[in-house]
């Protein structure tokens, strides 16, 4: 049982640059979800999912695209990378329901750097 | 708009001391508020609270929910220096989405 993997654990980009941040999780849960951390302001919510072929924007979607075509992968796009997308990105993945609903489970992060 | 605020922001304390960590909030259909400890790496789950009143304990630490006055508090008694992280405090609205507070940054001292 792996838990939440996130690929890779370190990454630069070049401005303008595309590149997708993988996420996955086998422990069968419905609810996943990818965040940033930058210091001073916590874990913001990027995107999240409540189970494959639903997606939902979080409080800092802009510039991210989200996909989820099967319960254990959650991959998320950058587009066309700035530097203000310099941060950690975490994936997160829950139950919906049940005795252990929303103990959310963390990958152990992705450092990117967008020189 | 929803919001979480936690109080204070960092905290330096000796060993053996007994903290309290505030989280107030504003939101939406509330769901659940859940606390976190982060140590340099992936936050860790700590507590779910559902229901006003009802304490949720583990070992030192302990939570309790006030829906009235939308606040929780965290406590941790006979303060370790392994107990130094950041705790950060989260609420879900019924669409099944989390925000984050900023996190209380706790140092214990030896």
Not at chain 2, 72 to 93: F, P, R, W
């Amino acid at each position: 049982n792996a838990g939440v993997t996130q690929t890779p654990k370190f990454q630069v980009l070049k401005t303008g640059q595309s590149m997708t941040l993988q996420c996955a999780q086998d422990m069968n849960h419905e609810y996943m979800s990818w965040y940033r951390q930058d210091p001073g302001m916590g874990l913001r919510l990027i995107h999240y999912s409540v189970g494959a072929g639903i997606t939902d924007q979080g409080e800092v979607p802009n510039g991210y695209n989200v996909s989820r075509s099967t319960t254990e992968d959650f991959p998320l796009r950058l587009l066309s990378a700035a530097p203000s997308q310099t941060s950690v990105y975490f994936c997160a993945s829950s139950l919906l329901a049940g005795e252990y609903y929303n103990e959310q489970f963390f990958g152990p992060g992705t450092r990117l750097t967008v020189l | 708009e929803d919001k979480v605020v936690q109080s204070p922001l960092s905290l330096v304390v000796h060993e053996g001391d007994t903290v309290t960590l505030n989280c107030s909030y504003e939101v939406t259909n509330f769901r659940s508020l859940l606390w976190y400890k982060q140590e340099k790496k992936a936050p860790t789950f700590l507590f779910m609270l559902t229901s006003s009143g009802i304490e949720k304990k583990s070992g030192r630490l302990s939570s309790i929910l006030d829906k009235k006055e939308l606040f929780s508090i965290l406590n941790i008694t006979a303060t370790q220096t392994g107990d130094s992280a950041v705790y950060l405090c989260a609420v879900e609205n019924s669409g099944y989405a989390l925000n984050f507070g900023k996190g209380t940054s706790l140092l214990v001292t030896p």
